[in-house]
């Protein structure tokens, strides 16, 4: 059997370059990125998925992989791959931002812990809010829409030296916005709940100033936090969903697959 150096070239280059895309969006989305995954992991399946889906993908551009033009499809890939996984990343931190507006109204904003996802300090309430996120994610199936994102995006954005153009990146950062929203929109329930017990303990303040708010207040802020969130948690569900579907829908924006 012989090989031209042209059919070798387009050989790799059908695996690489979707490789590098793939690749880079496990590196930056959650649960796939998380640092509790090891990095052999999140390159096994990299190259698994990547055997598996490069078969279906258009035909690339005929590029020497030892070239400068490489270099920038290589660029591009790992970029558009990056914004992918970091514009979910967007929708978790949404989660931890809410349920640190909470810790703060319940007074356990003092409890914090290494996040093992993100190697950073993160109230507890935080760390219970992105496991119950992440298992919501996962029976929705959003695990399985990002994926098909990532390949419709082969389609879309063709793997070459051009990428994404400045609209999808106008789309993603005006998205950035509506992170503090999210955030307040999941934990205003909680938060507005809060609110009363701390009014009626500045009333109570009012009427009886021997009693010690402190010592009174601090534990009964904490019972009355706990029991809010045992019935509001029900509607972080759809909340959340709602905030993942919207997100779902912007990439497709953005890699050009429409609204």
Do not use: C
């Amino acid at each position: 059997m012989h090989f031209t150096a042209a059919e070798i070239t387009a050989f790799l280059g059908g695996f690489l370059w979707p490789f590098f895309r793939i690749g880079a969006m496990f590196m930056a989305a959650p649960i796939f990125g998380a640092k509790t995954v090891p990095m052999r992991i999140r390159v096994g399946l990299a190259f698994l998925i990547t055997l598996v889906v490069a078969p279906l993908l258009p035909a690339p551009p005929a590029v020497d992989p030892v070239s400068l033009g490489a270099l920038l499809v290589i660029l591009q890939q790992i970029l558009i791959g990056a914004v992918m996984g970091l514009a979910l990343q967007l929708v978790f931190s949404t989660v931890v931002a809410g349920a640190q507006i909470i810790a703060m109204q319940m007074g356990l904003g003092f409890a914090e812990m290494v996040d093992p996802a993100n190697g950073q300090q993160t109230p507890v309430l935080g760390q219970f809010y992105t496991l119950f996120t992440t298992l919501v994610f996962l029976a929705m199936n959003g695990h399985l829409l990002l994926l098909e994102l990532l390949v419709e995006s082969f389609f879309t954005l063709p793997v070459g030296q051009s990428g994404l153009g400045r609209e999808g990146y106008f789309l993603l950062a005006g998205w950035g916005t509506q992170l503090f929203a999210g955030a307040l929109w999941l934990s205003l329930p909680a938060v507005a709940s809060l609110l009363v017990v701390n009014v009626a303990f500045g009333v109570m303040s009012r009427a009886a100033p021997q009693l010690n708010i402190f010592a009174i207040g601090f534990p009964v802020a904490m019972i009355m936090g706990f029991s809010v969130l045992l019935i509001v948690l029900q509607s972080v569900t759809p909340q959340f969903t709602s905030i993942a579907e919207d997100m779902m829908g912007l990439l497709r924006q953005v890699i050009g697959g429409g609204g």
